[in-house]
């Protein structure tokens, strides 16, 4: 094997969150360990949130998490952007701007170090669009290649979003299309046109930052970001955090289109299959969707983009302000009261 030739995707089984574990495999686990109780930690993991908030002082709370996953693209640069915005996007998730990130690395001895040099450049431009800074990290040797970030974040104990909070009436809006994690499964066949690649690149790098700027100052009741549990799992966990039920309009969920027409063929990524299974009974729809929208909506994203609940009044100034940032963002349905189901589809 030469030492720099090698596409880092064939490296990988599979590739970006789609690597996580099922969550009905993670759940059986963890449900299984003691749990830690202390006033301060102020969210924890039971809820399902993207990070824990500790209580530093009355005014400051610490937000932490770490993500980390095999590459899902062969630009070992636009590898290091994309898990870096991934892992920082949690925090932004949370409300809370990030302070400091450390890497995480796997890397393999056979592959030329100048590879790992392009995925950490890239990872350190997307910390500094951030405002972060990279604090330190850990090194192994590793036969897959992963990198990720640990970050720590800042806010005020009540800027703090939290899955839990979405009130009946509240708009629901997504800021990223989905269809991510099969358009990366058709790059992996090489199935992928150079402009979808370039496009769903570019809208795996871009910064949840944002979209959490565009709604400070606003009402926002609950906040999650769209990853490897999918559109239909993440909006089910808030759902289910916040005692309500949220339907969605399937036709005005932002999907690159292509992914559309992949599924209808079958490239779909084994965590679909890993989130229907989990989530089956979870969700209803009011009329018949066709099968590949329905995988789309089961389609678990890398880096995927917020999904909030917030007032309808509140989600106009919202939509307006994100024009800037985003053709994609978009109200996607609504919260309801407890219903049979936490999701529905119409
Ligand atoms: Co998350
Ligand atoms: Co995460
Ligand atoms: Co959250």
């Known amino acids: 094997m030469g030492k720099s030739s090698v596409p880092l995707t064939s490296l990988v089984k599979t590739s970006g969150c789609a690597a996580k ?18 006033p301060r930690l102020l969210v924890g993991f039971d809820t399902s949130d993207d990070a824990c908030v500790y209580q530093v002082r009355d005014d400051l709370v610490a937000v932490q998490t770490v ?18 915005a991934n892992a920082l996007s949690d925090i932004y998730a949370m409300g809370a701007e990030p302070a400091t990130a450390l890497n995480l690395i796997c890397f393999p001895s056979c592959l030329d170090i100048d590879i790992l040099r392009q995925i950490l450049e890239g990872g350190y431009s997307k910390v500094r669009e951030a ?28 800027s703090i979003r939290t899955n839990a909070g979405a009130l009946p009436g509240d708009a629901l809006i997504l800021t990223k299309p989905i269809g991510i994690g099969i358009l990366n499964t058709a790059a992996k066949a090489d199935m992928l046109s150079e402009d979808d690649r370039r496009q769903v690149i570019q809208i795996m790098s871009t910064l949840n930052k944002y979209a959490k700027r565009c709604c400070d100052g606003l009402t926002v009741h609950a906040c999650t970001d769209v990853t490897g549990f999918s559109l239909a799992g993440h909006a089910i966990e808030m759902a289910q955090a916040s005692g309500c039920s949220v339907r969605i309009e399937a036709d005005q969920v932002p999907i690159l289109s292509p992914a559309l027409d992949f599924a209808a063929i079958g490239i779909i990524p084994e965590g679909m299959y890993n989130n229907l299974d989990y989530l089956q009974d979870k969700f209803l729809m009011e009329k018949q969707l066709p099968q590949n929208l329905q995988d789309v909506l ?9 999904l909030l609940a917030m007032p309808a009044l509140e989600a106009k100034t919202f939509l307006e302000r994100m024009e800037e940032y985003s053709p994609w963002c978009r109200v996607v349905g609504e919260v309801t009261d407890k219903k049979e189901k936490p999701l529905i589809w119409v």
């Open 298 to 306: 089961l389609d678990p994203q890398t880096s995927g983009g917020l």
């Open 67 to 84: 993500d980390f996953f095999p590459p899902m693209v062969d630009d070992p640069y636009a590898f290091g952007q994309i898990a870096a």
């Open 21 to 38: 574990i099922g969550p009905g495999v993670l759940h059986s686990v963890l449900e299984k360990l003691p749990t830690f109780s202390d």
């Open 131 to 158: 405002g972060a800074v990279i604090a330190g990290g850990h090194t192994i040797s590793d036969p897959t290649p992963k990198y990720g970030l640990s970050v720590t974040g800042f806010a005020h104990p009540g």
